[in-house]
């Protein structure tokens, strides 16, 4: 059985995936705005051998639901949210061996900037960061950011091509790996021979310029990415390195799994050049009853209003205008296409208002996974076999109580098992999880443009 990777995810912000838990009295979430929390946090996850900490984040507001970003304000879902990549710096000095992936919209970032940005992180982790790819769903972004509205959504992913494409020949090709000498007797630094500016005019930008940063352990940041859709699908086959998936069932996420790796290696890379992670969340007691009496005193705190807030502005669609039992009807919107068609063209039967608010166990659309240690790794391990994944992206409930409990708990088990490390790999996040040295594969569509 091969060994799963489980990163602990978060936003930095009080209201993540499962809204409401922010009012339980334990619940610490509301100090998301003390550095102190977030160097806890890092501390646990490290402590559990976790192999990252995943930031989620979005640049807009949740104002489909009702047409208002007024429920989503009042419930503190995912807004106010503050910047995801200052807190990794404080992270990363008080661990060694922990990941971070970070998650910025490429639709706002000028790639020039974010190509200091993350090769600055990367130094400062010494090789630990990586970058989760996004294009954006949330026309309240696109109006903030000056635009009208949101791009098409296959628009989005071809912009995103091309920015990739500058990336890569600022952070591969833009710096020799010998272009550093640091020869003080002489007073030279740098060979400037080996050093070059980058060209690029293309449809959807244009741009000339030296990558500022000198090259970082891993060059290119480890590259994640959650885009579902067929043309998502496609552009994680091409461009990411671990891809975020989300589904009920393993048996439900198999025909995505699976797609997955075929397009992968329709690519011209390897069947394991990807790794495929599920979200979960996990409920765990030393005991079944223990786990469920912790699971109905959540229960009490979880916000259905900011769940609906969330999911419509997810889907597009505004679902105030439904009836408990109306049919979700809507086909096709331009937000996230994947969310949309689990509940429309991809459900068995039509799906109803009723069943998605009688999915929300505790302020989110996906049940948990709950038990005692051994019955939550279990439920893992079935992941793994049935569902062919990598391993999972967990959220959190009450924090930080949900993950305490799982590094206490459940961490042990699946070491016991096998199923899980015992102890971190030597190197760069993109060595620890794949092997090799750090650098991107030879197969990967960056590797043309190093010299």
């Given at each position: 059985?091969?060994?799963?990777?489980?990163?602990?995810?978060?936003?930095?912000?009080?209201?993540?995936?499962?809204?409401?838990?922010?009012?339980?009295?334990?619940?610490?979430?509301?100090?998301?705005?003390?550095?102190?929390?977030?160097?806890?946090?890092?501390?646990?996850?490290?402590?559990?051998?976790?192999?990252?900490?995943?930031?989620?984040?979005?640049?807009?507001?949740?104002?489909?639901?009702?047409?208002?970003?007024?429920?989503?304000?009042?419930?503190?879902?995912?807004?106010?949210?503050?910047?995801?990549?200052?807190?990794?710096?404080?992270?990363?000095?008080?661990?060694?061996?922990?990941?971070?992936?970070?998650?910025?919209?490429?639709?706002?970032?000028?790639?020039?900037?974010?190509?200091?940005?993350?090769?600055?992180?990367?130094?400062?982790?010494?090789?630990?960061?990586?970058?989760?790819?996004?294009?954006?769903?949330?026309?309240?972004?696109?109006?903030?950011?000056?635009?009208?509205?949101?791009?098409?959504?296959?628009?989005?992913?071809?912009?995103?091509?091309?920015?990739?494409?500058?990336?890569?020949?600022?952070?591969?090709?833009?710096?020799?790996?010998?272009?550093?000498?640091?020869?003080?007797?002489?007073?030279?630094?740098?060979?400037?021979?080996?050093?070059?500016?980058?060209?690029?005019?293309g449809r959807y930008y244009k741009m000339e310029g030296i990558h500022l940063?000198?090259?970082?352990?891993?060059?290119?940041?480890?590259?994640?990415?959650?885009?579902?859709?067929?043309?998502?699908?496609?552009?994680?086959?091409?461009?990411?390195?671990?891809?975020?998936?989300?589904?009920?069932?393993?048996?439900?996420?198999?025909?995505?799994?699976?797609?997955?790796?075929?397009?992968?290696?329709?690519?011209?890379?390897?069947?394991?050049?990807?790794?495929?992670?599920?979200l979960i969340t996990v409920v765990v007691g030393r005991t079944e009853n223990?786990?469920?009496?912790?699971?109905?005193?959540?229960?009490?705190?979880?916000?259905?209003?900011?769940?609906?807030?969330?999911?419509?502005?997810?889907?597009?669609?505004?679902?105030?205008?439904?009836?408990?039992?109306?049919?979700?009807?809507?086909?096709?919107?331009?937000?996230?296409?994947?969310?949309?068609?689990?509940?429309?063209?991809?459900?068995?039967?039509?799906?109803?208002?009723?069943?998605?608010?009688?999915?929300?166990?505790?302020?989110?659309?996906?049940?948990?996974?709950?038990?005692?240690?051994?019955?939550?790794?279990?439920?893992?391990?079935?992941?793994?076999?049935?569902?062919?994944?990598?391993?999972?992206?967990?959220?959190?409930?009450?924090?930080?109580?949900?993950?305490?409990?799982?590094?206490?708990?459940?961490?042990?088990?699946?070491?016991?098992?096998?199923?899980?490390?015992?102890?971190?790999?030597?190197?760069?996040?993109?060595?620890?999880?794949?092997?090799?040295?750090?650098?991107?594969?030879?197969?990967?569509?960056?590797?043309?443009?190093?010299?």
């Amino acid at each position: 059985m091969k060994k799963m990777q489980i990163y602990a995810f978060d936003m930095n912000c009080v209201g993540h995936i499962n809204h409401g838990m922010w009012t339980h009295p334990r619940d610490r979430s509301v100090n998301y705005t003390d550095l102190d929390y977030w160097v806890d946090f890092a501390r646990t996850a490290e402590r559990g051998r976790l192999d990252g900490i995943f930031l989620a984040d979005i640049v807009g507001v949740y104002d489909v639901y009702k047409n208002s970003p007024a429920p989503v304000i009042e419930t503190g879902a995912q807004i106010p949210v503050n910047d995801p990549l200052m807190p990794i710096s404080a992270m990363a000095y008080v661990t060694k061996h922990l990941g971070f992936g970070v998650t910025v919209n490429t639709t706002y970032e000028p790639p020039f900037l974010l190509a200091r940005r993350m090769s600055t992180l990367d130094h400062l982790t010494k090789g630990r960061i990586g970058w989760n790819i996004v294009t954006g769903y949330l026309d309240s972004a696109a109006r903030s950011m000056g635009f009208e509205k949101l791009p098409e959504h296959d628009a989005r992913y071809d912009a995103a091509e091309e920015y990739l494409e500058i990336l890569y020949k600022l952070w591969e090709g833009s710096w020799d790996d010998d272009a550093l000498l640091r020869d003080r007797e002489r007073g030279i630094f740098a060979d400037a021979s080996k050093v070059r500016a980058v060209s690029h005019q293309g449809r959807y930008y244009k741009m000339e310029g030296i990558h500022l940063t000198e090259p970082s352990p891993q060059r290119t940041p480890l590259l994640f990415q959650a885009g579902a859709s067929a043309r998502g699908q496609d552009f994680a086959a091409r461009h990411a390195e671990c891809v975020f998936i989300a589904g009920p069932t393993p048996q439900s996420a198999r025909p995505t799994v699976d797609a997955l790796r075929a397009k992968t290696l329709a690519n011209g890379r390897g069947a394991d050049a990807i790794k495929i992670l599920s979200l979960i969340t996990v409920v765990v007691g030393r005991t079944e009853n223990e786990a469920q009496e912790k699971l109905e005193d959540y229960r009490r705190h979880a916000s259905v209003e900011a769940s609906l807030a969330h999911y419509s502005a997810s889907v597009g669609v505004d679902f105030s205008k439904y009836e408990l039992d109306d049919v979700i009807d809507q086909s096709s919107t331009n937000a996230n296409q994947s969310a949309l068609a689990a509940i429309t063209k991809q459900a068995a039967k039509p799906v109803t208002k009723r069943q998605i608010i009688d999915q929300m166990v505790l302020g989110s659309r996906m049940k948990p996974i709950v038990g005692s240690p051994e019955q939550v790794a279990d439920t893992l391990q079935r992941w793994i076999e049935e569902g062919g994944i990598d391993g999972f992206n967990l959220a959190r409930t009450v924090t930080p109580e949900s993950l305490n409990d799982f590094v206490d708990l459940v961490v042990p088990v699946l070491q016991e098992r096998g199923l899980f490390k015992a102890d971190y790999a030597e190197g760069p996040l993109r060595q620890k999880l794949f092997g090799g040295h750090g650098r991107l594969s030879a197969s990967h569509p960056a590797a043309q443009f190093r010299r």
